[in-house]
């Protein structure tokens, strides 16, 4: 995110905030987990692939992570790099969707908004003990708030994007008193490409 908080300009374009090290971090931290997760806002506004570039990682070719799609209303397109066969995809989306992708697995599970707690325990019978969530601010505020989140790894960049609109790294509902806020204990800060890595434990 910028120094500001933001995670995209005010109309929601997705802009580099770190150099090759953090990027190269990034794969690795994407290559130590067995699904990687984001929401559909992701998808639309990005159209990522959601894989690990080896040798951008700096590490040898191996599995690449299950890819994980929170898109309650099916709006993933067929064309969607998430959906390359590059590794497998998995769209979670609710009951009520009757879509279907033929290059994803689909599990529907929720009557409005897909159900996290479902996700997470379907990820499990696959096998999934780790997942890295990426975004978006929806998505990160919904891991956060639910009590869902492990760790919170923040890399913050040197450049205010400023823009009351402008997405941030947690959106959502938010919280309206200071007790309800998440805690985080902070276990790590580090320099990295001109901004700081901050690395958070969730206190539950």
């Known amino acids: 995110m910028s120094a500001d908080g933001k995670i995209a300009t ?3 374009r997705q802009t580099r905030l ?3 090290a953090d990027i190269a971090r990034m794969h690795r931290l994407r290559a130590s987990h067995d699904a990687v997760l984001v929401g559909i806002g992701t998808i639309l506004a990005d159209d990522p692939k959601l894989t690990v570039k080896w040798e951008v990682a700096g590490l040898p070719a191996g599995e690449q992570p ?3 799609v929170l898109d309650s209303r099916g709006r993933t397109p067929d064309t969607a790099a998430v959906l390359a066969p590059l590794g ?3 769209i979670c989306t609710n009951e009520a969707c009757v879509r279907a992708w033929k290059a994803a697995e689909v599990f529907r599970r929720g009557t409005d908004r897909v159900d996290v707690k479902g996700v997470l325990e379907d990820l499990s019978r696959r096998g999934v003990r780790s997942l890295l969530v990426e975004g978006g601010s929806e998505v990160i505020w919904s891991f956060l708030h639910g009590g869902f989140a492990d760790e919170l790894k923040v890399y913050v960049g040197s450049v205010v994007l400023g823009g009351a609109q402008a997405p941030t ?3 959502g ?3 309206r008193e ?3 806020a998440v805690k985080l204990r902070l276990e790590g800060v580090s320099t990295v490409d001109g901004g700081v890595l901050l690395e958070y434990r969730v206190v539950p």
């Open 18 to 20: 770190s150099g090759e």
């Open 88 to 90: 497998r995809t998995l």
């Open 178 to 180: 200071l007790e309800e």
């Open 66 to 68: 299950l890819r994980v």
């Open 10 to 12: 005010a109309d929601r």
């Open 169 to 171: 790294l947690a959106g």
């Open 173 to 175: 509902d938010g919280v």
